[in-house]
């Protein structure tokens, strides 16, 4: 009896033995005839909903023209992206190819889990004077290359005609006060809200008032922290100006309602109910589709000076891996370039191009609006390059948005931002 | 007496393997380095070093985990008798003699179902300040808008209001198990004595539901305690930071702003809290029954 128990036991663990190496040596051959085809490059973008179709159709429009490299991808969740990379990076399990913000790049590259990309974009002969200069040294670390950017999406104006011309405005404002003054107007003529711009988190951060504040320092001439990122630096008189700008048209001024969210200030622009938004450029689409919406867009006004704007960057990293095959890094290359290089097509979903080349193309210069807002590619300037900076951007946005509802004194409020941003800046 | 062959412990530990296996893994492994982690400056990435007390020092200095802390507990003391009295409503509905009792035990359980980023999003939606449903009809009597998820005062009401909808169902199948295990020959004896419904009520159900009452209490703390999906979907832990609670705090600080080693710290924090108030309940709730 015993004896037989252990027979049919040791059967059964044969099997299942026997099972296991089947499948081992079947995922073996797999990986053997994968070998002879076209290489494969895998990614990972974070693009969903608007931005998602047009990203999709430049892949297949890569896989189409390409027949030695199949782009292959996973589109995770925006929420859960940054987590799954980290995880995926630190289980030297990532993509072969990554899309990141450039504010989320710097985060990740002092911890050594993305390539530096100067060698092989030596080797490769990538045409790098063919980049706009700002958002190329946006993606540079300690004079390293680690990605390239996609885009530059940056903080720029919509105004509705109809409004303007309804309010007698003839000129586009500049001004601050003169921004405040056509609200104002349009206020007063139509009943329509005058300067949409959130101020409240509700599903979403009120990011653009830290974006606001950043541009305005920066249009004074000076900058949100210090030049080797090490301190704040808006406790002075342009940060006062800048935030006194942002409290003034909730308080003051009136032309932005209180408790206003994200999704509460683009469908009041996008419903034509509002005069002037600041948002970036990412919102084109969604306006473009609606019908009766007659706007145009600028860049950022210097609103306090000269121009500058607030602006982001999707970039496209390669993770380190545990062993580099330098035919894949190629092809990972080839891929970042092709796309870098597809901007026109990017466009569509609002962005601005990255390569001069592609600001000359037909397919580029018959998309309406892009062009008025192009130029801000020049004036855009990137967030600070720190590890620190996703603590610091989140805290700045809650500390400036109880500054706004509460019409605190600048001063005060300027002062308690500082301690707090230094204070994160040096627990990294 | 044990089958003769047959090894109770041993074929026992077999079946239990696999999952014991998975929960080692997956449960006891990452409460163990959790700790361990709590200890080190480490951001995942690359390895850490070690700072022995530091980030529990830390912790008792910053003000935004005793915002966070005390968001949480606000949390706590929003929900838990709500959902207590509302499951318990709930439960005597659905094990009485209404006609509508079958309906309505699936119209309340219904919502639990759902996934938290589904209720989340459908509340923030439904609350919206300018264009939500809710809004709609308050201007349609006339009313102005409230600020729903965006004024300081309301906002974690607001998250409480979702979060009484979505949970109030577990509290009420939990409720009307125990109401039906108590003997109808009780309620029957009551009935012959005269006793009205109210009688009935506060004289048999409740006494004779505390056991289950005790248990749905630790449960539903314990749970309220642990709060982050409403709140990360709903709010993002606003207006500036209002809402911010601690597991939101302490996910932003592990994977935004990758400080493993002080978010492991502030769990462990959260974790000795709740263990506090779970014995502390289960010690005065059992006294009470003996």
């Not at chain 1, 048209?249 to 206003?260: N, R």
């Not at chain 1, 890094?329 to 979903?349: R, V």
């Not at chain 2, 000795?272 to 003996?290: C, H, M, N, P, T």
Request: charge should be neutral.
């Amino acid at each position: 009896m015993r004896t037989h128990n252990r027979k049919r036991a040791f059967i059964a663990i044969a099997l299942i033995g026997l099972m296991m190496l089947s499948t081992l040596w079947a995922a073996g051959t797999q990986e053997q005839t994968k070998q002879e085809g076209p290489i494969e490059v895998t990614f990972w973008s974070l693009f969903t909903g608007g931005d998602g179709e047009f990203f999709d159709a430049m892949v297949d429009e890569f896989n189409r023209t390409h027949t030695d490299i199949v782009a292959k991808t996973d589109t995770v969740k925006f929420d859960n992206y940054y987590t799954k990379l980290t995880t995926a990076l630190s289980a030297n399990n990532a993509p072969d190819v990554v899309v990141v913000h450039q504010s989320n790049l710097l985060g990740y590259v002092p911890r050594g889990v993305f390539l530096p990309l100067d060698d092989l974009l030596a080797k490769n002969n990538a045409p790098m004077d063919d980049f706009v200069a700002a958002p190329l040294e946006a993606v540079k670390y300690d004079g390293k290359t680690y990605a390239l950017p996609l885009d530059v999406h940056a903080l720029i104006m919509y105004y509705n005609i109809d409004l303007f011309a309804e309010a007698g405005i003839t000129k586009v404002p500049q001004t601050y006060a003169e921004v405040i003054a056509a609200a104002q107007a349009v206020q007063a003529k139509t009943g329509a809200m005058g300067l949409a711009v959130d101020n409240t988190t509700a599903t979403y951060k009120a990011y653009t008032l830290t974006r606001l504040f950043m541009s305005m320092i920066e249009q004074q001439g000076t900058s949100f922290l210090n030049a080797d990122n090490s301190k704040a630096n808006f406790n002075n008189a342009a940060g006062e100006k800048a935030l006194k700008a942002l409290v003034d048209m909730v308080q003051l001024h009136k032309t932005t309602p209180a408790g206003l969210d994200y999704d509460g200030a683009v469908n009041a622009f996008r419903l034509g109910k509002a005069a002037i938004h600041f948002n970036g450029v990412w919102a084109t689409g969604s306006f473009e589709k609606q019908a009766d919406l007659n706007f145009k867009t600028a860049g950022l006004p210097p609103m306090l000076g000269k121009p500058a704007a607030w602006s982001g960057s999707h970039t496209l990293a390669i993770p380190a891996q545990r062993t580099e095959d330098p035919a894949k890094l190629d092809a990972a290359l080839t891929f970042i370039l092709w796309m870098t290089e597809h901007g026109d097509m990017w466009a569509k979903a609002g962005h601005i191009p990255t390569r001069l080349s592609v600001y000359e193309k037909e397919s580029f210069t018959s998309l309406p609006h892009r062009k008025d807002y192009a130029e801000a590619a020049a004036f855009a300037f990137a967030p600070p390059a720190t590890p620190a900076w996703e603590e610091v951007y989140s805290t700045t946005s809650d500390m400036l948005e109880y500054a706004v509802a509460n019409n605190q004194n600048v001063k005060t409020a300027l002062q308690a931002m500082e301690t707090r941003i230094n204070n994160i800046i040096a627990s990294y | 007496m044990a089958i003769p062959g047959n090894k109770d412990t041993r074929d026992g530990i077999i079946f239990a393997l696999p999952f014991l296996l998975v929960y080692l893994v997956f449960m006891v492994f990452p409460l163990g380095f959790g700790l361990f982690i709590s200890f080190f400056n480490w951001d995942i990435l690359s390895s850490g070093a070690f700072a022995g007390w530091a980030n529990y020092r830390r912790l008792f200095q910053d003000e935004l985990f005793f915002s966070s802390l005390w968001h949480t507990v606000e949390f706590v003391l929003i929900t838990t008798p709500v959902l207590m009295v509302l499951g318990f409503s709930m439960a005597l509905l659905v094990t009485g003699n209404s006609p509508l009792r079958k309906v309505s035990e699936n119209v309340f359980f219904i919502p639990y179902i759902l996934s938290m980023t589904v209720v989340g999003t459908l509340w923030a939606w439904l609350m919206q300040r300018d264009y939500g449903l809710l809004n709609q009809i308050v201007r349609q009597l006339g009313g102005e808008p409230v600020g729903w998820l965006t004024n300081p005062k309301q906002a974690m009401w607001s998250v409480g209001i979702a979060t009484y909808w979505w949970t109030a169902g577990f509290n009420m199948i939990l409720f009307s198990a125990g109401i039906k295990q108590i003997s109808k020959e009780i309620y029957e004896s009551s009935q012959i004595d005269g006793a009205n419904y109210f009688q009935t009520l506060f004289r048999i159900t409740i006494p004779l539901v505390k056991p289950t009452a005790a248990l749905c209490l630790i449960l539903q703390v314990i749970a309220s305690f642990n709060v982050f999906g409403q709140v990360y979907v709903m709010t993002g832990g606003g207006p500036h930071g209002r809402t911010r609670v601690l597991t939101q705090y302490i996910y932003e600080a592990g994977f935004r702003y990758f400080k493993m080693g002080y978010s492991a710290a502030m769990a462990y924090i959260l974790f000795l809290i709740i263990l506090v108030i779970s014995v502390i309940q289960y010690a005065a709730l059992g006294k009470e029954r003996s």
